[in-house]
C-alpha cells in the first residue's frame, strides 16, 4: 500500500482513524477547523525574504514545542464545489524566448525557491528499536520527515505528530515486506517538533524475519526560520536582454499581510484565501491556487510539471498570520498534490488537482478572465513571497500604488504572450495569480520577475485549458 495512498489526519494522540483500501488522501481533521494559530515566528524584525539552503548532517534531538496559540478562528466562507473526474495528462514542451522565471538565481535557474534544508539522519524505529523519536528543531517553520524503508507488521502503523498530538498524521503498515524499502515522505509538520512513534497492533512474528523489520527515517526537511532568511540578502535577477541589478520588489515593498485587507479590502482577502503555498520535494517553493469551481489547481510549468512531482507536493491552504503584522500564523490545512492535467512551457502553467479535495473547498476559487488586460489596469496579487504567510500586493483600501497592468503585450516565452506589471513579488510568488482590481478575475498568472514583473496573459490560459474547468 502506497505510504501517501494510506495517510490519514488523527485527531488527538488518541483519535486515530484507519485508512480502508488506497484511495485516501491526507485528510485534515481537527477541533479548531476554523483555523486557530499554532506557531509563531519567534523573532521580529527583519525585512528581507529570500533564504538559501544547504544539505548538512545533523542528529534529531529531544524536547517539545512551544505552547499553542489561541487568538480567535478566522476561516473564510466559499461557495462549495463539487469534485470531477480528472482528464489524461498533456504536455507541450515547446521552447522560445529568453526570460528567467522568478528566483532562478535563487534555485540554479529551476524558478523553485528555497524555503529549507535537508538533514541527513539515520534513526531506526521499532522492533528491538526505540518506538519514539522526536526530531526537534528551535525556530523551524516546519519540520519534514522521509523514510528510507517501512517494513511494519500488519495492523502496525506510524504517527508522525506534533508535540502536543493536534497536528497528526497516520501511516498504516504497507503490506509485509512489499514496498517497504520506497523512499517515502510524510505530511509536514508546522512549527519546530515532529513525533513519530510506532503503535504496535499486529501478532508475533518468525523470529528468523526480525532483522528485516523497521522503519528507517535517513532525511529530515527543516523549515527556514524568519531570523535565517532576514540574514541573507535578497537575490538578484538577472534576465537575458538586461544587465543592470533587477529586482522583483520594485522601490519600496507596498505588500501587506493578507490579514491587513479583511476590514479595508474584504474582496481581496476574501479572493486571497483560494491561494496555496506549495512546498515541492520537501525543501521547495511556489505558489498555486484554485481555478473553477472542480478539483483544479494552477502553478506554473516551471514549478513541476508532472504527476510524479505533484504527488510529492503539500498544497497548504490558510497559511496566513493571524493580525496583521503580526508573527503568529494560522494552522494551514494540507493536502497532497495529485494528476497533472495541462501542462505547457510556452504559456508556463501547470493544471493539477488535489488529494481530499473536499477539505479545501471551503477557501474559495478564482476564475479567469477571458478579455485581453489593458494597459493601466489596476492589480493585485495574493502570493507567498519567499515562504512567507499569504501576502498581497498593489491593493488596500483606495491605495493601487504602482500595481498596474503596464504593457499588455509583454514578451514572455513567446511573443506578445505576457502582460508586465510593478507589483511587488519575490522568489516563491512564481504561480502566483494576478487580479484585476475592478472584476477580481485573474488576468495573469505570475511567473517573471526583475520590474517590471510579468505574468502570462489569463486570456491565453482560459482559451487553453476551458476544457478542463
Known sequence: MNLRRAVSIVVGASAALALAGTAGGAAWKYSADAGRPVGSWQEAGGSARTPVAAEQPAAATGGTAGPMLSS????????????????????????????????????????RQKVGELLSIDKLLGYGAPEREVFHYPQASYVKVHFSRMAMLPG??????????????????????????????????????AVVEMHRGGGNL?????????????????????????????????????????????????????????????????????????????????????????????????CFDNSANAYETEVWFNYQCATCGGFEVFKPTKVWGDKVLATEHVLDFTLFTVGNFRSVQKF??????????????????????????????????????????????????????????????????????????????????????GCPNAGVRADLLHAKIKSYL
Open 72 to 111: 480567535p478562528a478566522d476561516a473564510a466562507e466559499a461557495p462549495a464545489a463539487k469534485p470531477s473526474a480528472s482528464a489524461s495528462e498533456s504536455a507541450e514542451p515547446a521552447e522560445t524566448g529568453a526570460k528567467a522565471p522568478e528566483s532562478a538565481a535563487a534555485n540554479d535557474g529551476d524558478g
Open 156 to 193: 502496525d502503523y506510524l504517527t508522525v505528530s506534533d508535540a502536543e498530538g493536534e497536528e497528526s498524521y497516520r501511516y498504516d503498515a504497507p503490506r509485509l515486506l512489499d514496498g517497504a524499502s520506497t523512499g517515502r515522505w510524510a505530511m509536514s509538520i508546522t512549527g519546530d517538533t
Open 206 to 302: 518468525v523470529g528468523s524475519l526480525l532483522g528485516r523489520l523497521g522503519v528507517n527515517v535517513d532525511q529530515v526537511a527543516r523549515g527556514y526560520s524568519r531570523k535565517e532568511q532576514a540574514r541573507v540578502p535578497e537575490e538578484q535577477l538577472t534576465t537575458p536582454g538586461r544587465t543592470g541589478r533587477e529586482e522583483s520588489v520594485c522601490g519600496t515593498d507596498e505588500s501587506r499581510d493578507a490579514v491587513c485587507y479583511r476590514s479595508a479590502d474584504p474582496v481581496a482577502y476574501t479572493r486571497s484565501k483560494a491561494i496555496a503555498r506549495l512546498l515541492i520535494n520537501g525543501t521547495e517553493l511556489c505558489t498555486g491556487w484554485r481555478v473553477g469551481e472542480k478539483n483544479r489547481m494552477l502553478t506554473n510549468n516551471h
Open 364 to 449: 474559495g476559487y478564482l476564475n479567469l478572465d477571458s478579455a485581453r488586460p489593458a494597459k493601466g489596469q489596476e492589480l493585485y496579487v495574493p502570493q507567498h513571497p519567499a515562504g512567507e504567510p499569504t501576502r498581497i500586493a498593489g491593493r488596500l483600501g483606495d491605495r493601487a500604488g504602482t500595481c498596474a497592468v503596464v504593457d499588455p503585450a509583454f514578451d514572455g516565452y513567446a511573443r506578445d504572450s505576457d502582460v508586465s506589471y510593478y507589483c511587488d513579488t519575490e522568489g516563491g510568488s512564481s504561480g502566483s495569480p494576478v487580479l484585476s482590481r475592478k472584476t477580481d478575475k485573474v488576468v495573469a498568472l505570475h511567473h517573471f520577475g
